[in-house]
């Protein structure tokens, strides 16, 4: 017996007391896994988002939410960003009035996305545990495309409304027909010898600004 044969046996036993003609929506999957691994409160879950997305080499900015355009704008001027695409719902004052706003449209081509500087958007939802942040195409986040072409994405995070603790709990909160992208740190990848190449499909640089209505 080969290793397709074994897969296909265990998926058969798996499946030997669904009818033929059943379908996923009709079978109860037990949910009972533990949502949670600790008990925080919003300052320590925040802390550990920072934590766990520092490791995965993105940079972490914390800020008040009324600082918001001056980091934006510190970050696009050091980059020397003068062409940024940003969703039509991303605030025009989080952005310089010095940058070009490129519109996210859907006749744009991966060369005109790699022609961007910089990419500002919001998201969906921040996991903790997992130093993951997770766009939806919501309206400040466009676009899956410009999110993985442009060489620097810029991603604020509202807190703590917008973290939570784990990834049952981030699924919870998301829509399974949107289309979902889950980000933990900068685009990298490893050859054999594992030598690290990082923007190879996706932002070479992220920036994750996490935003409070207090001081960061």
Do not use: F, K
């Amino acid at each position: 017996m080969n290793s397709r044969d074994i897969v296909l046996s265990r998926i058969r036993r798996a499946l030997a007391d669904v009818p033929r003609d059943g379908g996923p929506e009709e079978t109860h999957v037990p949910r009972d896994y533990w949502q949670r691994h600790a008990v925080r409160n919003d300052a320590q879950r925040i802390d550990l988002l920072a934590e766990n997305l520092s490791d995965y080499r993105a940079v972490v900015h914390r800020c008040a939410s009324t600082e918001l355009p001056v980091v934006i704008g510190r970050l696009l001027r050091d980059r020397g960003a003068r062409r940024v695409v940003a969703p039509w719902a991303v605030p025009d004052g989080w952005l310089p009035g010095d940058v070009e706003r490129v519109a996210d449209s859907a006749g744009q081509s991966p060369r005109d996305l790699d022609a961007v500087d910089s990419v500002v958007t919001g998201c969906a939802v921040a996991v903790a545990e997992t130093g993951t942040i997770v766009l939806d195409a919501g309206e400040d986040q466009g676009r899956r495309r410009i999110s993985l072409v442009p060489d620097h994405h810029i991603c604020v995070v509202h807190a703590p409304s917008q973290v939570v603790d784990s990834v049952p709990q981030a699924l919870s909160r998301l829509d399974p027909a949107r289309p979902q992208t889950w980000i933990s740190g900068p685009s990298a990848t490893s050859d054999i010898e594992l030598d690290r190449v990082e923007g190879v499909h996706g932002p070479r640089r992220l920036d994750v600004v996490i935003s409070s209505p207090g001081a960061g």
